[in-house]
């Protein structure tokens, strides 16, 4: 099973909503990634986590929150977003952060802000 | 962070080869160079990687230069269902910690 579950596919919130996006991998990997994507454009990088801790947050900001409850689970909470938050929001799995490994991505949550 | 550079776009008959370069020239000695495709609108689609040495398996080959610098993706028979862009990566090391930043992409459109 190579597979990076992603819930929901799409998302409508206002800007004083509060929501969170879910990522679920049955892999044993203990890297999980966040990216974003804006339309016509590369994903880009936001958070990075190592066995369950924090490793990399690209200066990403405050309204949006990681978390890594466990080794399988990594959520994106999400409040008070702007319009221009929205995009496709990647979450992806690795073995380390380490190692010479591929990285599997899920198919996304497309996120809509109004 | 090493960047990569890539052509915009790409065309290629169905059936043929189709090569995707990918200029490199500030990679480290020890990061790696990864090939990732996205068919719209979908997660991106690990391809292949490589450090030094040239790599084969059951969808692409990986060529890199000797000095590093530049590499290229071969799509031995592109068929109509490998259009998409194709991302030429460098895994960056940062604070004991790797991470994937990718480059603009190549637009690869297979004709019939």
């Known amino acids: 099973d190579t597979e990076v579950t992603q819930t929901p596919k799409h998302l409508v919130m206002g800007m004083t909503n509060k929501k969170s996006l879910k990522c679920e991998q049955h892999?044993?990997?203990?890297?999980m990634y966040w990216y974003k994507q804006k339309a016509k454009k590369p994903p880009e990088l936001m958070f990075v986590y190592s066995y369950e801790k924090l490793s990399i947050n690209e200066s990403v900001p405050s309204r949006f929150s990681p978390e890594c409850p466990n080794s399988s689970l990594l959520n994106l909470h999400l409040h008070a977003l702007q319009p221009e938050d929205s995009a496709l929001y990647l979450c992806a799995s690795s073995q380390t952060v380490i190692m010479n490994t591929e990285a599997f991505f899920g198919q996304g949550t497309r996120l809509t802000v109004v | 962070d090493a960047k990569t550079t890539q052509p915009t776009s790409m065309d290629c008959a169905e059936g043929r080869a189709a090569n995707l370069p990918c200029n490199h020239s500030t990679i480290s000695g020890n990061e790696y160079v990864y090939w990732y495709r996205q068919i719209h609108s979908q997660g991106p689609q690990y391809i292949i990687h490589g450090l030094k040495n040239n790599e084969t398996n059951e969808m692409a080959s990986l060529i890199i230069t000797e000095d590093r610098k530049s590499s290229t993706l071969i799509l031995p028979h592109a068929t109509l269902r490998d259009t998409a862009v194709y991302y030429c990566i460098v895994r960056v090391a940062k604070g004991g910690s790797e991470k994937l930043v990718f480059g603009k992409g190549t637009k690869l459109t297979v004709n019939p």
């Open positions: 892999m044993g990997h203990r890297a």
